[in-house]
């Protein structure tokens, strides 16, 4: 990849293996709703879905609908949820594009509703209950009046009952328990009127790796598919899938009392050479990580100077022997023995591992290595582009057979 200023190389074997560590931690029967939001965690969603459905997920989940529709348009035909919310706009695409919908409220069901009507095609629906988290979902008390509503209507099929923890990673948590607590509750009550209960979910990484007991039908994983835990002290097994990458453009010798960069916040302590890379806090590299973090060069750890702009940051590779131009400089992954990881970068800029992952920006060139191409699948080129969505309709994609999530028949009380 010489030829790109920044480029991000994905693993698929690895995403397979992380998942095959989730399957493992789930237990026999769980099903696998993959998350694939935030451009698959900045992973690029459209080839790591494609792998994802090959090696049997049974449907994939995404933060809102231009997303799920990118992955229609990519020809992806097994079952994809909108986990968040849907606003009016978006409504004609989405059930144009057979996408299911998380609700929260009897408004939202009652907009849905009027756009399947209109548009005369079934929407499968999953209610999300608010047991804890404060954000998005009904109040537990109000989710058997809105399944009452949802199959009164004759295009809505209630598909999946659903809630998220706001805690989960260690079994025992008291407040994850509580949570789960509200959660079977409410199914009680569904059970008690005589509505069929339909397929359940709650389980992020966290809860699945952290070995809390829920006894849903399917999980959710997202971060740990990508080899990164969410909490410490579980996922030992999970390998990180994504290193990040750029290369030596320019080399410059400076002697001592030389200032570097914007603001001159670094000053040369001694003759050194610095290096020049071609990528910034554009590509996603944050700016908080000048003066804090390293870069892996021929093996060695060669230290940011000075701030990162928009489009370059500069290291000292003074002690690095034979630095040159061209030379490969990983930003997140390893080489050589020495690893910079998604989480060292977090601390040193102050955020999250996710945050690391799915702000990496649009310039850099996503790069697929192993897992094979499933029948019909967009090409690595399409898709590292992030293309595939709007050139995949005139190419005739075949698709995998869409599996669907179990039936909810439209029984009366």
């Not at 020809?75 to 996408?99: K, M, Q, Y």
Request: net charge positive.
């Amino acid at each position: 990849m010489k030829q790109s200023r920044v480029w991000a190389e994905i693993d698929l074997d690895r995403i397979t293996h992380n998942l095959d560590v989730v399957r493992a931690h789930a237990g026999p029967g769980r099903r696998i709703m993959a998350i694939v939001k935030a451009n698959a965690y900045g992973h690029g969603a459209v080839p790591v879905a494609w792998h994802l459905a090959s090696q049997g997920v049974h449907a994939v989940g995404v933060g809102d609908s231009q997303e799920a529709i990118e992955l229609r348009l990519a020809g992806l035909s097994i079952p994809i949820l909108v986990l968040g919310a849907v606003i009016h706009g978006e409504l004609p695409d989405v059930v144009a594009h057979d996408i299911a919908v998380t609700v929260h409220s009897a408004e939202r069901v009652r907009m849905l509703d009027r756009e399947a009507r209109r548009a005369m095609r079934p929407v499968a629906v999953h209610l999300k209950v608010d047991t804890g988290m404060g954000r998005l979902g009904c109040r537990p008390e109000s989710a058997p009046e809105l399944i009452e509503l949802i199959h009164a209507s004759e295009h809505l099929r209630l598909e999946g009952l659903c809630t998220h923890f706001s805690s989960a990673g260690r079994e025992g948590d008291d407040f994850t328990r509580l949570q789960i607590e509200r959660f079977e509750a409410v199914t009680d009550q569904i059970r008690s009127a005589g509505w069929p209960v339909p397929a359940r979910h709650a389980e992020a990484s966290a809860a699945i790796l952290g070995g809390v007991a829920g006894n849903f039908d399917f999980v959710r994983p997202g971060i740990a598919l990508f080899g990164l835990s969410p909490r410490p002290g579980t996922g030992h097994e999970l390998k990180p899938a994504l290193t990040l990458k750029s290369q030596i453009i320019f080399l410059k010798d400076f002697e001592a009392g030389a200032p570097i960069g914007y603001g001159r916040t670094h000053i040369t302590s001694h003759r050194t050479r610095i290096a020049t890379l071609p990528v910034g806090y554009n590509d996603g590299y944050a700016f908080r990580l000048g003066g804090r973090a390293d870069v892996l060069v021929r093996g060695v750890r060669a230290p940011v100077v000075g701030r990162v702009s928009m489009d370059y940051l500069t290291i000292d590779v003074g002690h690095v022997p034979g630095a040159s131009v061209g030379d490969e400089a990983v930003l997140m992954g390893s080489q050589g023995t020495e690893c910079v990881t998604a989480e060292e970068l977090a601390d040193k800029s102050g955020t999250i591992p996710y945050e690391v992952l799915t702000r990496l920006g649009k310039r850099v060139v996503r790069v697929y290595r192993g897992g094979g191409k499933p029948a019909g699948a967009p090409s690595p080129e399409q898709t590292a582009s992030g293309s595939a969505a709007s050139r995949s309709a005139d190419r005739g994609f075949s698709v995998i057979r869409r599996p669907t999530l179990p039936d909810a028949p439209k029984t009366g009380r």
